[in-house]
């Protein structure tokens, strides 16, 4: 999995083009800091400080900056934003909320992106890897 690969998923790359909804006080942190910008504006370090947006964000506003969440997990695979991402993946019901917001590319890339996360890490999400093989045959059909 590359950057490229999610470019290619994600395309849209205008400034978010609405307000940044989510769980209050941490959403005006993570408002004050994401908004008027695009996904590929969000560097790493900035993914780094908002690494719980997976869990303060709505469904449509992560939906829009989880490239920026990827691409910083690809950079850094052993960082909070890495850790982050593959624990809000292996829990369903919030997956499957953002999910449906997902088209079968851009999941593909998500599950990719976690796999080599979870490939960099020698063994430390083992138990994570049976839920995201449940998870890629359930979104995309195989495992």
Same mark, same amino acid.
């Given at each position: ?24 006080? *941490? ?13 590929? *504006? ?84 083992? *138990?994570?890897? *049976? ?13």
């Amino acid at each position: 999995m590359t950057v490229d690969d999610i470019l290619q998923a994600f395309p849209d790359q205008a400034p978010y083009p609405g307000p940044i909804t989510g769980c209050p006080p *941490e959403i005006f942190d993570i408002a004050g800091d994401f908004g008027g910008k695009s996904w590929k *504006e969000i560097d790493s370090a900035m993914c780094d400080k908002h690494d719980d947006a997976f869990n303060m964000l709505d469904p449509k506003p992560l939906c829009y900056f989880l490239p920026a969440f990827l691409a910083a997990a690809l950079d850094k695979p052993h960082s909070m934003t890495a850790d982050s991402l593959v624990y809000f993946v292996c829990r369903w019901k919030t997956f499957a909320k953002f999910a449906k917001l997902l088209d079968s590319r851009q999941i593909s890339v998500v599950l990719g992106v976690v796999e080599s996360i979870m490939n960099a890490d020698n063994g430390c999400f083992a *138990e994570q890897t *049976e839920v995201i093989l449940k998870t890629r045959a359930r979104y995309l059909g195989h495992t």
